[in-house]
C-alpha cells in the first residue's frame, strides 16, 4: 500500500508473511475490531501524532491499525532488543504505512536511536511498555514534555517507574497505567506470561517439564499463571517470594515456598518474575545443580545478576539458539536463555492474541481518553476508568458467546440497602 513511510525495518521483503501473521492474530482480537470499526466512523484520534514503543509483535500491529483508524500517525518503535517480529514490522511499514523503527537483535545504540526517531515526530500521545520513551522524554527531551497531551503505559515495570517518578515530583506527563485495568493484567500478565513464557522455554530447549523442580521467582500476576500452568505440565512447582501473602497465597495454592538459596540447590529450571534485581545471584549461581537452567519473564534483564554468572564462568557457547552454556570452575553447566530478557518474547512470540485483544483494548481506550479530554489530564498516573474496563470485559464475553447474568431490579435494590437483615 504504501512503501514511503520513514522507517527502519530488517528487511522489507518479510512483508508478505508479516502480513499473513497480522491478519491470523486480528482473527483472535475481536473487542479490538469493534474499537477499530468504531474509531473508523468517529475518528477521535484525528490530527494527533502517537509514539508508541511496545514489542514489534502481530498483536501490536494490530493496535497501530486501531490507532490509524481512528485518524492518528501512528509511529512504532521496539520496547525491547529482542522482542521484534521482523517480518511484522515490514508488514507495517509497507503494507499499512505506518513508520517502524525496530530490528530484531538491535544493539544498545540503535535501540535507543529508534527511540529517538519516535520522539523526533513530536508526538501528542505516548505509548509505552517499560516507561523507555517517557524515561527518555524527561532526561533528554524535555523540549517536547509541554506539547504531549499524556501518555499510556502497558507493563508493571513501567507503572513501578511511573509511580517512583510521580512521589518525588519528577513527573511532568499525564499517565494511564492501562497494566492496572482487570481486564488486563488478571489476564495479560496471568494467563498470557503463564502460556507463553512457558513456550518460550519449550521452543528453546524442548525440555519436558514432567517431573522437572521449577522455580517460579515472584508470586505475582505473572508468577501464579506460569506456576499453574507448569503444574498443570507434572513440574514440581518451587515458589520464592519476598511478600508474606503471596508466599502464603502460594503455600495454600499447593506449591512448595522456600528461600532463594533453598530453591537454588533444589531447581533444575529457574524463572524470574518480580520486575526486581539480582533476585538470582552469584551466591545463588553457586549452589546450581549441573545443568540447572535460568531464564527470565520479568520486564528487564536484570533480574538474573549476569555480570557475576560471566565472571563465574570463564568458558560460554551457544549451544542452540537462545541457549548459552555457562562452564563453571570444576565442570558444572548452567544454561541461560534469551540473554536473560523475556523469554517468552524472545524465543516464543509472546502473549496469545486472544489476551492482547483485552490489553490493547485498554491501550485503545486509554489513547481515546487522552485525545477527548477537553483539559490536559492532571499529572498523576492515572487508571483507565472502571465502566470502560467492565466494558472491555462485557465484549470480550460477548464475543466468545458467553451469556452474563443480570441482577434483577429486586436484587440491585436489595445490594444497595442496608434495611434488610435476618
Ligand atoms: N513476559 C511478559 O510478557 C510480561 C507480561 C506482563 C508483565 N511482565 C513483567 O513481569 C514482571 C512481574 O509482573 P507482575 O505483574 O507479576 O508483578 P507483581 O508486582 O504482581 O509481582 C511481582 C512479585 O515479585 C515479588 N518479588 C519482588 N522481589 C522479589 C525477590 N527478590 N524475590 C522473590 N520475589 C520477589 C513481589 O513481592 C511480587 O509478589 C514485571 O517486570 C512486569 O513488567 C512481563
Known amino acids: 500500500m504504501n512503501t514511503t513511510v520513514p522507517s527502519d525495518v530488517a528487511d522489507p521483503r518479510l512483508a508478505g508473511p508479516g502480513k499473513l501473521r497480522i491478519e491470523w492474530a486480528d482473527q483472535e482480537m475481536p473487542v479490538l475490531a469493534m474499537i477499530r470499526q468504531r474509531f473508523a466512523k468517529e475518528k477521535p484520534l484525528a490530527g494527533i501524532r502517537v509514539a508508541a514503543c511496545l514489542h514489534v509483535t502481530s498483536e501490536t500491529a494490530n493496535l497501530m491499525r486501531t490507532l490509524q483508524a481512528g485518524g492518528a500517525e501512528v509511529t512504532l518503535c521496539a520496547s525491547n532488543p529482542l522482542s521484534t517480529q521482523d517480518e511484522v514490522a515490514a508488514s507495517m511499514s509497507e503494507d499499512y504505512g505506518i513508520s517502524v523503527y525496530a530490528r530484531k537483535g538491535e ?30 522524554l524527561h532526561k533528554d527531551r524535555t523540549d517536547l514534555l509541554s506539547h504531549i497531551r ?21 513527573l511532568k506527563l499525564p499517565i494511564v497505567a492501562v497494566n492496572e485495568s482487570d481486564t488486563k493484567h488478571l489476564f495479560d500478565n496471568r494467563y498470557g506470561t503463564g502460556q507463553s513464557t512457558l513456550d518460550g522455554i519449550i521452543r528453546s530447549t524442548n ?11 515472584g508470586y505475582g500476576w505473572c508468577g501464579r499463571g506460569i506456576a499453574s500452568r507448569a503444574d498443570g505440565m507434572g513440574a514440581n512447582v518451587i515458589v520464592v517470594e519476598v511478600n508474606p501473602v503471596r508466599a502464603l497465597e502460594a503455600v495454600m495454592d499447593g506449591y512448595r515456598v ?28 553457586e549452589r546450581m545443580k ?17 555480570p557475576s554468572l560471566r565472571a ?9 539458539p537462545y541457549v548459552q552454556e555457562f562452564k563453571l570452575p570444576g565442570g558444572r553447566r548452567i544454561y541461560l536463555l534469551g540473554e536473560g530478557r523475556l523469554i517468552n ?35 498523576a498516573v492515572h487508571r483507565v476508568p472502571e465502566d470502560l474496563d467492565r466494558e472491555v470485559a462485557r465484549l470480550k464475553l460477548q464475543t466468545m458467546g458467553v451469556a452474563l447474568q443480570v441482577l434483577t431490579p429486586e436484587q440491585e435494590r436489595y445490594l444497595n440497602s442496608w434495611e434488610e437483615g435476618t
Open 207 to 217: 525440555i519436558l517439564l514432567a517431573g522437572k523442580n521449577l522455580v517460579v521467582v
Open 258 to 285: 522456600t528461600d532463594m538459596a533453598g530453591a537454588a540447590a533444589i531447581g533444575d529450571l529457574f524463572v524470574t518474575v518480580t520486575g526486581n534485581k539480582h533476585v538470582i545471584a552469584r551466591e545463588h549461581f
Open 150 to 170: 499524556g501518555g499510556t503505559e502497558e507493563t508493571t515495570t513501567g507503572v513501578i517507574r511511573l509511580r517512583a517518578m510521580a512521589r518525588d515530583g519528577a
Open 312 to 320: 563465574m564462568a570463564p568458558e560460554s557457547r551457544e549451544v542452540r
Open 345 to 379: 518474547l524472545a524465543a516464543a512470540e509472546g502473549h496469545p492474541a486472544a489476551v492482547m485483544d483485552m490489553s490493547f483494548a485498554n491501550q485503545a481506550l486509554a489513547a481515546e481518553m487522552i485525545a477527548r479530554s477537553k483539559e490536559r489530564l492532571s499529572i
Open 290 to 306: 549441573d545443568g540447572a537452567i535460568v531464564c527470565n519473564s520479568g520486564h528487564f534483564d536484570v533480574e538474573l545478576e549476569l
Open 107 to 136: 544493539d544498545h545504540g540503535t535501540y535507543y536511536s529508534h527511540l529517538a526517531a519516535a520522539l523526533d515526530t513530536r508526538p501528542h500521545i505516548t505509548m509505552d511498555d517499560g516507561a523507555d520513551l517517557v524515561s527518555m
